[in-house]
């Protein structure tokens, strides 16, 4: 008997692990998150509204939808509890220029970003690359393009 017990808690932790990877699994397809499950790169959602984007505290955080963000202070936590879309950045968190342009998903600079009609777009940079200004060239079209490829990979 005792045996059997030890089986079934070995089976139950192995199927619950199983479990977890699949979902996390199916999380990184649509958001731009880390190995753990940490959206944008641990930087609050909520500061890119207020004024720059500051990295968050592990000990203030919450998980929506199966991705974990972090936060600088309660009250930003609180915020993003009342209303999580408001803050999460558009299309999972990958680079808005790459959605639009050829519904690509490409990493991002957490600090290279828009406030655009109350929505957080990301963008990719490098030392010869900011996909930023070619987003400001034609943004109204892309954003367009963007919106159509993600609610394909959205699914």
Known sequence: MKYRLILFFLVSIISLSFGQGDNLALRKKHFNISKSGLAIEGYDPTSYFKSKPAKGKSSISTIDNGVTYYFTTQENLTAFKANPTKYEPAFGGWCAYAMGAKGSKVEVDP???LIV????Y???KDFFNNTIDSWKD????L????ITNWSKIYK
């Open 143 to 146: 954003d367009k393009k963007a």
């Open 111 to 113: 600090e290279n970003f």
């Open 138 to 141: 034609d943004p109204l079209n």
């Open 117 to 120: 009609n109350g929505k957080n």
């Open 122 to 124: 990301l963008f990719y």
